[in-house]
């Protein structure tokens, strides 16, 4: 089993969420949240900054945390075709400076600000429901029941 701790950033602002297009090598794109790996001895709260930089072209502030997720993919269904655990680290931040642009040299094609309605009709990764589902619900415990996959939602 392969495994991967990440930090995720849960940007909503006037309605709206802010979504990146995740183009990857092989296979169809997606729509995510701005966020990634957690790189070694690196603290998740710094690497979720890092990642939206990198990713989107602006400068963010961490506002909360919002909660953890943690799945297990299967290998029929993992990119790598082993059987995969992913922890996101899930956080709301604001924007606070940049422009959105592609990440360069990245599998961030675009960046953009969709209204949240518009979300449901997007090919997405579960990433994004878990992430919206927690910022509306903002549970206690930090933990949302998992989010079906299929469909418009990939893992």
């Not at 655990?85 to 040299?105: K, M, S």
């Not at 997007?122 to 878990?130: F, G, N, Q």
Request: one cysteine or more.
């Amino acid at each position: 089993m392969s495994f991967r701790l990440a930090a995720y950033a849960v940007c909503i602002e006037g309605g709206r969420v802010l979504l990146a297009r995740f183009v990857p090598p092989k296979g169809e794109s997606n729509w995510t949240l701005p966020g990634g790996r957690v790189e070694h001895g690196e603290d998740p709260f710094d690497a979720v900054i890092r990642e939206v930089a990198e990713e989107t072209g602006c400068d963010a502030v961490v506002e909360r945390l919002l909660g953890v997720d943690s799945r297990v993919i299967p290998a029929v269904a993992a990119r790598a075709g082993v059987e995969h655990q992913n922890v996101g680290i899930f956080y709301q931040v604001r924007i606070t400076a940049g422009q959105l642009r592609p990440e360069p040299n990245g599998e961030i094609a675009e960046s953009v600000w969709t209204p949240i309605p518009d979300v449901a009709c997007l090919r997405r990764s579960s990433l994004v429901d878990i992430g919206l589902a927690l910022a509306q619900t903002v549970p206690a415990t930090g933990h949302v029941a998992p989010v079906p996959v299929g469909g418009l939602v990939q893992h």
